[in-house]
T-cell receptor, first 112, second 111 residues
Framework: DAGITQSPRHKVTETGTPVTLRCHQT?????MYWYRQDPGHGLRLIHY???????DKGEVSDGYSVSRSKTEDFLLTLESATSSQTSVYFC???????????FGSGTRLTVV | AQSVSQHNHHVILSEAASLELGCNYS??????LFWYVQYPGQHLQLLLK??????LVKGIKGFEAEFIKSKFSFNLRKPSVQWSDTAEYFC?????????FGKGNQVVVIP
């Protein structure tokens, strides 16, 4: 959807390096989420934000940190990338979570 | 915490066949349920959602889902599938300011 973009779309990085993924929205939605998608596991929540500088952990937050200094941007950082973090990462936004999410196009991250 | 269980992870069927995907949820609060679809190489898109009222919900592309409270279920159906319905389907339940997703159903429709 045009209102949410993720960057980069693809990235290959080495084990032990820090990596930052960006999610940018133009919808002024309050809630932003980072999920990872892996075969056999579906989508698992990493972190989410319910406002500027307000974030909380999801079910698979170890090894990840997030920041939201502006409404429109939600950054996901892998502090020291490991091969187990090879995955497809999706950002999602919502104004009223009961209405569901709008998803970004995803970032395919490979850690070698 | 809320959770979702999806059955029959891989489904293969021929065009014009009927499709039913099972979804069972666990959540102690007010139930809001969703089905999302992910076409190959794409992101998730909303198929349909249930908040309240009529337990039979109609979505896009001829899909429908039925909420059965006594069975904690929200099964997805389509009477006659097409090759273009080849995709992965995810059930989700709302709770605690987030959606919890099931592991998905990979559906392959053979022409």
């Amino acid at each position: 959807d045009a209102g949410i973009t993720q960057s980069p779309r693809h990235k290959v990085t080495e084990t032990g390096t820090p990596v930052t993924l960006r999610c940018h929205q133009t919808e002024n939605h309050r809630y932003m989420y980072w999920y990872r998608q892996d075969p056999g596991h579906g989508l698992r929540l990493i972190h989410y934000s319910y406002g500027v500088k307000d974030t909380d952990k999801g079910e698979v937050s170890d090894g990840y940190s997030v920041s939201r200094s502006k409404t429109e941007d939600f950054l996901l950082t892998l502090e020291s990338a490991t091969s187990s973090q090879t995955s497809v990462y999706f950002c999602a936004i919502s104004e009223r979570v009961v209405d569901g999410y709008t998803f970004g196009s995803g970032t395919r991250l490979t850690v070698v | 915490a809320q959770s979702v269980s999806q059955h029959n992870h891989h489904v293969i069927l021929s065009e014009a066949a009927s499709l039913e995907l099972g979804c069972n949820y666990s959540y102690g609060g007010t139930v809001n349920l969703f089905w999302y679809v992910q076409y190959p190489g794409q992101h998730l898109q909303l198929l349909l959602k249930y908040f309240s009222g009529d337990p039979l919900v109609k979505g896009i592309k001829g899909f429908e889902a039925e909420f059965i409270k006594s069975k904690f279920s929200f099964n997805l159906r389509k009477p006659s599938v097409q090759w273009s319905d080849t995709a992965e389907y995810f059930c989700a339940v709302y709770g605690n300011n987030r959606l919890a997703f099931g592991k998905g159903n990979q559906v392959v429709v053979i022409p």
